[in-house]
């Protein structure tokens, strides 16, 4: 069913997976009415056995010539129930890479040809059978690139079973094949076959959640292409009441899936009483229940909503003038401007009696001035403020602001920090010159340039701010920046993200720091150099790396958009992503070593790894 978040709005769609399907439409009609939204079932009898496309000379095994439909119709649904209502299965025998040519032949046979009656349907995609084990997925990989060349804008899921892979010998004709829990990586298995696809963006990964679910290793799978969760039956347990839910560690992981809006089905049969067409219905309503308990979005999450995953380039406030849309999102922070009074007041608070004179430098539309006006206003502490801004379609808006009684300590200086001469100096300068790795906006530039406005005991909020690199992994967003182009300059660009399909492979490290005013001793040098050392957490891709800041505004009061010391509900900022032209195999007890530099005056960024 299609199950909708009584506040947000938000949907997911929950639906059931059935061995044998012998009347589809009955089928259909009963999962409709126990609340199931689709049904993922064969697409053909699973005991269809076709013939290879050339006969195997090193058996006696004769060529299966056959003229019987290979499935049933497609008329017996209607184009849309066919889209909707059903994803179908590829038969559960199909093994590419067996040492068996016959069987290798005729896997290969049926899965093109399956793929292709599926493309006939319009499904929203098939789900192959999962990857065998200790195989290298190298014909299976061409298959699959075969099958999606012919039929762009078909989604084929890979099953991947979290307990274990694939077992049987397929030397022996064996074409089923079993679960087996141990230590076996699923991960390397996907991974592997993904490289062979060159991250295909139409190959995704249909995730089966077992009884027994590994404690370790479950965030990297936020970085790969899971369309899918296939929930295994007979990972439910009949709580106090005795109706099905969930272990906690399976809810858990669970609700970290819904965020990414992948479909949910119900699969296998359960050792339970609870049977038939009723116990799944509990199933589906059950998993439900679990999304309608989703907490509501709040302010922040509304608003990133739209820019997940989607790359933008950074702004240039210096070189352009932004428009007044922008203004007004970044004045729509919650967070942001807060902290900022809170700041100026903590200055203030520390000139009680005096008068002080304030330089706002890259004033904006304003908010920064009301800021500091209300943190006079707090205080008690008289401030005369000088508005600075180059951008003269800003400055007809501060204009207008400053004929207002309330404004009346306001002085607007339509001019370039950098090449203001003052006729008097500040006590205080404050500005909101960050990007999202701190220094990618010429902040360190900017203001080392306006320092001469400051008396020589002044003071700049922010002090000082700190950028952060961590490793990461997103075949989203190496394919939202291979969609750009395959250049060197689409593909060695950073670009501000809000990194919705990523694991961060290792926690966040620091990078530079800037701090201000600089002392006249200092030399007035931004260039960097620094080398990281990572220690991955799980073996991983590793496509990019995110970038983040922290920054001191005044004394304890501070910003960030690093993870771990998140300024929460701001979201004025998001990281910034420096993507790899050549993803890099990470493994776990592996060290990733990274250099990063900024160079000044041209100010590039550059980031390598080894």
Known sequence: MVVTHRETGEQICVGLEVQALPSIRPKLEAMEAIGADFVVGPLVHPRYERGASEPDFSTDAPRIERNDPFTRSDMELSSSEWSSGFIGKLSPWIRCDSSSRRLSLMSEAALMQEIAFAKHLALRAVLTPPITRGCSGANFAR????????????????????EGSVAGNPDDGDLSYSREEGTSDVWGDWNRL????????????????????????????????????????????????????????????????????????????????????????????????????????????????PYQDFLQSPLQPLADNLESNVYEVFEKDPVKYVRYREAVAKYLETRKGEDVVIMVLGAGRGPLVKSCLLASQETGVKVKIYAVEKNVNAVVTLRTLAASPAWSNVEVIASDMRVWNPQEKADLVVSELLGSFGDNELSPECLDGASKCLKENGVSIPSSYTSFLAPMSSSKLRNEVRALGESIA????????????????????????????????????????????????????????????EAVLYDDVMISIRPESFSEGMFSWFPLYFPLRTPLPVELAAKSRFTSGENAPHRRSGTNGA
């Not at 075969?146 to 099953?159: K, Q």
């Not at 819904?258 to 799944?280: P, Q």
């Open 143 to 162: 298959a699959l690139l075969s099958s999606l060349s012919l039929h762009p804008g078909m989604n084929i899921w890979v099953r991947v079973p979290l």
């Open 194 to 305: 993904s490289t062979l696809c060159d991250g295909h963006p139409s190959l995704g990964i249909a995730l089966e959640l077992p009884a027994n679910l590994p404690k370790n290793a479950l965030k990297r799978w936020n970085g790969e292409p899971v369309c899918a969760l296939l929930v295994n039956a007979n990972a439910f347990v009949l709580n106090r009441h005795g109706f099905p839910v969930l272990p906690r560690r399976h809810q858990e992981f669970v609700r970290e899936m819904f965020k990414y809006k992948c479909y949910i089905a119900v699969s296998g049969r359960s050792n339970s009483n609870s049977e038939g067409d009723r116990g799944a219905q509990q199933y589906i309503q059950y998993l439900g229940y679990l999304f309608g308990k989703q907490p509501a979005s709040t302010e922040a999450e509304r608003f990133e909503a």
């Open 490 to 549: 689409v593909m060695e660009t950073p670009y501000v993200v809000k990194i919705h399909s990523g694991f961060e492979i290792s926690p966040s490290k620091e990078c530079f720091t800037f701090t201000h005013p600089k002392k006249e001793s200092t030399p007035r040098d931004n260039s960097r150099y620094v080398k990281l050392t990572f220690h991955p957490s799980e073996s991983s891709m590793l496509t990019g790396l995110a970038g983040y800041f």
